[in-house]
């Protein structure tokens, strides 16, 4: 969804979601930091890992946010951020979430909202690593629901 920090902002606050922390993942090198990712050479993405209590909130209604919150027909961008490290992807971590999330994905092709096709691409999720302490809910602790473009 691009910066990492937007997207624990549009999922922080749902009903059902315990906790969301903000990293990386998707990439070579071990325990990066934020300064390793932004060299573009680590080939992890700004992600947010999101607990949350399907009794509450289902994953499909997660996924409708992911869709609704960025631009997924942009490659390797959202707004003034650009690199591989912003791609849209969704990390799935069973076979269900992997099938709702193309399902998804299909369902909004399909529907004609995008002129271009969409780009987010679906992957299983490897290494979750947590990002340095100043960015967890760093919008948050600025009073800020969403980044200033």
């Not at 932004?38 to 909130?57: A, K, M, S, Y």
């Not at 919150?69 to 076979?95: A, C, M, W």
Request: one cysteine or more; a negative charge.
């Amino acid at each position: 969804m691009g910066c990492f920090w937007h997207s624990q902002e549009a999922f922080r606050p749902l009903k059902g979601v315990i906790s969301t922390t903000v990293g990386f993942m998707g990439g070579t090198k071990e325990n990066p930091s934020y300064e390793d990712v932004l060299t573009h050479t680590t080939g992890h993405v700004e992600v947010v890992h999101i607990e949350f209590d399907p009794e509450q909130i289902t994953y499909e209604e997660l996924l409708k946010v992911f869709w609704e919150k960025h631009d997924p027909t942009q490659l390797d961008r959202q707004g003034p951020d650009i690199g591989e490290n912003y791609r849209s992807v969704i990390f799935y971590h069973s076979p269900e979430q992997k099938s709702a999330a193309e399902k998804s994905k299909e369902k909004l092709q399909k529907s004609g909202k995008y002129d271009k096709p969409i780009v987010t691409v679906i992957e299983p999720a490897s290494r979750f690593y947590k990002a340095e302490e100043y960015h967890q809910k760093y919008l948050a602790k600025r009073g800020l629901s969403t980044c200033p473009i």
